[in-house]
């Protein structure tokens, strides 16, 4: 297996920490693919026609996208703790706090790249709708530390590790921990899992 890899995407990230947690990292080969929103990526459009990281071809070249699907997928690889609950409501609150800081990431490299334009091309009222939807999302995410994990984690763990960490590589001015000490101290005891370490952003887009 093959995956389209940038060591700067908080989504591969997100793949990259499933594949140590479940201990399969050695089962596919990384592929560094630079994309830019200008710049498809005209090796990458064959598997991924959207030229988006992370996307994973499989033996037989079947590719998959999104980090979501990739995830998913990886976590049928192995006999261990499962990161995806099998059913029930266990299954759904993980999937929908999955979908929760996937779709706040979204956001955030949206307000990044309004906030990088320069200002005379920047729409103050995208600035302020950006920053309304932050600290609402943190504002949530507060209310749910008590339920996150540290041990037996789950897909949702992950994936709003990873969108913290985000806010810290790419939006440090935010100070996310202010006004939420759960979750600050959620994020500090999971940031020093092995995982998160072996997937810092490297340099590269």
């Not at 979501?68 to 299954?91: Q, W």
């Not at 810290?168 to 935010?174: I, S």
């Amino acid at each position: 297996m093959k995956l389209h890899w940038s060591p700067r995407s908080p989504f591969v990230r997100k793949v990259m920490v499933c594949a140590y947690e479940a201990g399969i990292v050695d089962r596919f080969e990384c592929v560094r693919s630079p994309v830019a929103m200008d710049k498809p990526n005209l090796h990458l459009l064959p598997h991924n026609p959207l030229s988006k990281l992370p996307t994973l071809v499989l033996d037989d070249g079947f590719a998959l996208f999104d980090s979501s699907v990739i995830c998913e997928y990886l976590d049928t690889l192995h006999d261990g703790a499962k990161l995806f609950p099998g059913e029930g409501r266990e299954r759904f609150a993980a999937l929908q706090q999955q979908a929760f800081a996937d779709g706040l990431l979204d956001m955030l490299l949206l307000w990044r790249q309004e906030r990088n334009k320069p200002q005379s091309q920047q729409r103050p009222e995208w600035l302020a709708a950006f920053k309304v939807k932050s600290t609402a999302s943190l504002d949530a995410l507060e209310k749910i530390a008590p339920q996150l994990r540290l041990d037996a984690i789950q897909i949702g763990d992950i994936a709003i590790a990873c969108v913290l960490s985000y806010y810290d590589f790419r939006l440090p001015d935010v100070q996310w921990r202010d006004g939420h000490p759960m979750l600050a101290a959620w994020h500090a005891r999971f940031a020093e899992r092995d995982s998160m370490h072996r997937t810092e952003p490297g340099e590269g887009e």
